[in-house]
């Protein structure tokens, strides 16, 4: 192996000139900041696509772009024209999430408050792992989790920490809970789940080390949800096989169907047999948010909750968060390290963030949550939220209107899932849905998702953007009318 030398390293620093690249004090860094900021926002504004849900170009052409274009030129083009030859491109093909007929994946649009926080955010650098390196951050962080635990209904001793996502929230809620038991218990510890729970739980204890079946799957319902029955024989079946019940995740909100399992069902459970309680509400826990919130009833009696507020509550990624009913429970993270959390406290009464975070340097993502509840308020993000609720809805309707299409179930919360019904047999669906959703999105016509439910290949809709209305709902399942049919007399092979 050899790595490429430096070239002309004599000569480099002799020509080195001082130009304007870090932001810090002076009136040349100031205007050259605010002059990057306004190229940046042009940017956005100018080359957002709006008929399209993207720019168009395929795999093909944005690869062939990327890889004629030097990567760490001998001399450096300057920020205006790296936004032109960067910038540009990485608006006009991004696939455009404020797009109404952007519908595939938990992936929301994105509030002004928010992104108006994010240039706070990027330009102070806060680093949560010290108090030294964010000073108001960390009590900013402090505050809104102080709130926030009681907002959930979690008791005085809750405590909580913002994470990249409801990936991270779960394993670090699983760690935690394996933490509370010892090393014998942990070898033949269980962690039940429901079959439509997320993949990261499975992926959280693969990594946490538990076996394959250490994580059981518990039977749902017509809706998706967890049986509460099944769960108690799950628990009792391993118990009888000598197995350590260890804790239960439930789903506030599945990935799929939305459905929220028996909160306060299932706690009575957890509770009885002395097991740890994580609800998984990335997705649903944003109906905390909104007049709703009496759905996710229960869940204030959870050891653990994963929130995720770059789903329903208009966030950019990433910005999650994970609460704990009694927040001494985060010590198994409380490792020391001289630098950052000494023994002996020297900045006095001050959070310790790096104590209850996988994370080391982390950003402080809790500013731009307060900067939207703040600017939206209660009315505000209610109004938003239901929307998204009441198009799902309507969404349902039309898609019940069509006998070409079936819907799987009544949305409960922002999906819907429905199945295109060919005349040639459901492998011949199977086909074609996975056709006319790769289609619509090689033009650009609308993102739509696709999974698999009851075995068969299912359209998904994810209405996230309020404005995703019934109008614009009916000219997609338009869309994907005449697709299918176009389709239904080709060699279809996705
Ligand atoms: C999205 C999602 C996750 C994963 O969260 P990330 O923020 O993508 O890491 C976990 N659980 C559920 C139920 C989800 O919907």
Excluded at 115 to 122: D, K, T
Excluded at 206 to 230: K, N, P, W, Y
Excluded at 399 to 408: G, H, K, P, T
Aim: charged share 20%; hydrophobic share 45%; with cysteine.
């Amino acid at each position: 192996m050899n790595i490429p030398l430096w070239k002309n390293n004599q000569t480099l620093v002799a020509e080195r000139k001082p130009v304007s690249v870090l932001l810090g004090p002076g009136v040349q860094a100031q205007a050259a900041y605010r002059q990057a900021m306004q190229a940046a926002v042009d940017i956005v504004i100018e080359n957002s696509c709006i008929e399209k849900v993207h720019g168009g170009a395929d795999v093909e052409a944005l690869r062939d772009m990327l890889s004629s274009m030097d990567v760490f030129p001998e001399m450096g083009t300057g920020v205006s024209k790296a936004l032109v030859d960067i910038g540009v491109p990485a608006v006009r093909h991004a696939l455009d999430v404020g797009n109404a007929n952007t519908m595939a994946h938990l992936h929301c649009p994105v509030a002004l408050p928010a992104l108006a926080a994010e240039v706070l955010i990027s330009a102070t650098n806060q680093s949560l792992d010290s108090w030294d390196q964010s000073p108001f951050a960390t009590l900013v962080e402090e505050r809104v989790l102080a709130w926030l635990t009681a907002f959930a209904g979690l008791p005085e001793t809750a405590s909580g920490s913002f994470t990249s996502g409801g990936s991270q929230s779960n394993m670090t809620a699983l760690y935690l809970a394996s933490e509370q038991h010892s090393q014998a218990a942990r070898r033949k510890g269980v962690i039940f789940t429901s079959a439509q729970a997320h993949f990261s739980i499975r992926k959280s204890a693969a990594v946490l080390g538990f076996s394959s079946e250490a994580v059981v799957t518990v039977a749902t319902d017509q809706e998706g949800r967890m049986s509460a029955s099944a769960l108690r024989q799950a628990i009792d079946h391993a118990e009888a096989q000598g197995l350590f019940p260890l804790a239960v995740v439930a789903t506030a909100g599945t990935t799929d169907l939305g459905a929220i399992d028996p909160l306060n069902e299932i706690a009575d459970l957890t509770l009885s047999r002395g097991l740890w309680l994580h609800v998984d509400a990335a997705y649903g826990g944003g109906l905390l948010f909104s007049r709703h919130r009496h759905l996710l009833l229960g869940i204030e009696r959870a050891d653990s909750i994963a929130l995720d507020f770059h789903k329903m509550l208009f966030q950019p990624i990433s910005c999650g968060a994970l609460l704990l009913r009694d927040g001494v429970r985060f010590a198994p993270l409380a490792m020391k390290a001289d630098y950052l959390n000494p023994e002996v406290s020297v900045f006095g009464n001050v959070p310790n963030y790096v104590e209850s975070s996988l994370q080391t340097t982390r950003r402080s993502d809790a500013l731009k949550v307060l900067m939207t509840l703040r600017s939206i308020g209660r009315d505000g993000l209610d109004a938003l939220i239901c929307k998204t609720l009441e198009n799902a809805v309507a969404a349902a309707a039309s898609v019940q209107s069509r006998d070409y299409l079936q819907l799987a179930q009544q949305p409960s919360l922002s999906t819907v899932l429905f199945r295109y019904v060919s005349k040639q047999g459901p492998k011949r669906s199977d086909d074609i849905t996975l056709a006319v959703r790769a289609e619509l999105f090689r033009s650009g016509t609308a993102a739509l998702a696709t999974t698999v439910h009851e075995g068969r290949v299912h359209f998904k809709l994810t209405l996230l953007n309020p404005n995703s209305t019934p109008d614009v709902i009916d000219r997609v399942l338009d869309a994907v009318a005449t697709m299918a049919r176009e389709l239904e007399n080709e060699d279809v092979r996705p």
